[in-house]
T-cell receptor
Framework: DTEVTQTPKHLVMGMTNKKSLKCEQHMGHRAMYWYKQKAKKPPELMFVYSYEKLSINESVPSRFSPECPNSSLLNLHLHALQPEDSALYLC???????????FGDGTRLSIL | QKEVEQDPGPLSVPEGAIVSLNCTYSNSAFQYFMWYRQYSRKGPELLMYTYSSGNKEDGRFTAQVDKSSKYISLFIRDSQPSDSATYLCAMRRAGGTSYGKLTFGQGTILTVHP
């Protein structure tokens, strides 16, 4: 079991739906990340939060909206997604930007 | 040219073999080097984390960094079927505006057969 917990594990949604992905860590880490991973590809960074503030947005479309309510929680709000957004969405955390990142097991998202 | 190159394999070895996984990179600003293991339908699991050049050993795993050649390796001794997974190398610059940004290799698919 990983120390970064992601829910739900699987999500199927239509293109007009609104849903949220959740990530939680209790390691006291101050940096949290969202990644997108397509099959047989490495993870691609989407967002970085440092001390609950958004520090990096890798030009992600606005239909993905991150939120960091506190130092332990990270959400990714989804709205009007496209079929090409189907992927594994991974959350990671680290003590700081120069410390190793620990990943959760991801949410497998399918867009109908 | 990608910043990090990793042979995607697949690599198939018999149980007990020594496995060598490699990545080359072009950006001399990379200072932190990592190896992750990813099982099917799971997230990447951190195996090794090294800073700058040198060797680091942890059980059956040895990570090696050669900054002069821009080359990193992961050796797995006495490989087991449970080592069958995708292995990702990752690296990062130190500080600055690249805070926390990892650059991954493409991943090598490894199968260890009994």
């Amino acid at each position: 079991d990983t120390e970064v917990t992601q829910t739900p594990k699987h999500l199927v949604m239509g293109m007009t739906n609104k849903k949220s992905l959740k990530c939680e860590q209790h390691m006291g880490h101050r940096a949290m990340y969202w990644y997108k991973q397509k099959a047989k590809k490495p993870p691609e960074l989407m967002f970085v939060y440092s001390y609950e503030k958004l520090s990096i947005n890798e030009s992600v479309p606005s239909r993905f909206s991150p939120e960091c309510p506190n130092s332990s929680l990270l959400n990714l709000h989804l709205h009007a997604l496209q079929p090409e957004d189907s992927a594994l969405y991974l959350c990671a955390s680290s003590q700081g930007g120069d410390q190793p990142q620990h990943f959760g097991d991801g949410t497998r998202l399918s867009i109908l | 040219q990608k910043e990090v190159e990793q042979d995607p394999g697949p690599l198939s070895v018999p149980e007990g073999a020594i496995v060598s996984l490699n990545c080359t990179y072009s950006n001399s600003a990379f200072q932190y080097f990592m190896w992750y293991r990813q099982y099917s339908r799971k997230g990447p699991e951190l195996l090794m984390y090294t800073y700058s050049s040198g060797n680091k050993e942890d059980g059956r795993f040895t990570a090696q960094v050669d900054k002069s050649s821009k080359y990193i390796s992961l050796f797995i001794r006495d490989s087991q079927p449970s080592d069958s997974a995708t292995y990702l190398c990752a690296m990062r610059r130190a500080g600055g505006t690249s805070y926390g940004k990892l650059t991954f290799g493409q991943g090598t698919i490894l199968t260890v057969h009994p």
